[in-house]
């Protein structure tokens, strides 16, 4: 592999591991740099989902005050984002790339939309609670289950492609969760973590010989560093700033799953 393409492909890396940490679309850089550098769709698609877990774990690392005091929920959405990793990973090492790619404008759109009317969603359950003498601090069972369900769609979804669910994640966090944006941020990059995971080891096992470990590498060197600057940065960043970055960044990445 050339120099230059070393050195690209490291950039890269950098990028989608601070959006990574910030959003969650940080594919929507490395998957289309490994298919313009000539890798077959499934090979970018595996390498990056094994490149991408070292950015996972330095974000979560720079999320992890932010994590604390979230255990007793988290220990009902990592279950759901685990089972869904494996579910997703199974259904690309045996579907058409085309079907899933059909629905993810779709499915980011809905996220986008989630993330803008989420606020006003949780400010008139907050009203509603108000007014009928109950606490929106904890959640309900309904929410819960919820909850758990859409953290398991989402996995699903990121376990098969993995660009955008950060954003789909934070749209289902936003609207049933009273919590700030940075701490659903924190939890988001732990979850993501954990599905990138599951679907590596899913297809380092099945699928070993369609993996790019230069590539791999690469992009891990780079998302090592990228996911802790973004953490680092993302966690000052304001409630508004962070939700208008992922509108920001959630635009581009649909534009660029239209046009890729």
Do not use: C
Not at 97 to 112: D, K, T
Not at 123 to 151: D, F, H, K, N, P
């Amino acid at each position: 592999m050339p120099v230059s393409q070393m050195v690209l492909i490291v950039l890269a890396g950098v990028g989608a591991g601070a959006i990574n940490s910030l959003v969650g679309s940080g594919t929507l850089i490395t998957f289309p740099t490994l298919v313009t550098l000539g890798f077959a769709p499934l090979t970018a698609t595996i390498s990056n989902a094994i490149g991408l877990v070292a950015g996972g774990i330095s974000g979560t690392w720079a999320y992890r005050r932010e994590l604390r005091g979230q255990w007793e929920r988290l220990r009902w959405q990592i279950p759901g984002s685990v089972l869904g990793a494996m579910l997703g990973a199974y259904l690309l090492l045996h579907l058409p790339e085309s079907v899933f790619n059909r629905v993810v404008p779709a499915l980011l759109v809905g996220a986008l939309v989630l993330v803008v009317v989420g606020p006003k969603i949780q400010a008139i359950a907050q009203r509603r609670a108000e007014e009928s003498g109950r606490s929106m601090t904890g959640l309900s069972r309904g929410r819960m289950v919820a909850l758990s369900l859409g953290t398991f769609g989402v996995a699903v979804y990121g376990g098969y492609f993995s660009a955008a669910q950060g954003i789909l994640l934070i749209g289902v966090m936003g609207v049933l969760l009273p919590e700030s944006m940075q701490r659903m941020n924190a939890a988001k990059v732990l979850l993501v973590l954990l599905v990138n995971v599951v679907a590596a080891l899913a297809y380092i096992g099945t699928a070993f010989d369609r993996i790019s470990w230069a590539a791999a590498g690469l992009i891990a060197v780079g998302s090592l560093i990228g996911g802790y600057l973004g953490g680092h940065y993302g966690r000052r960043l304001s409630p508004n700033a962070l939700r208008a970055v992922i509108l920001v960044v959630g635009l581009i990445g649909l534009y660029r799953l239209l046009t890729v």
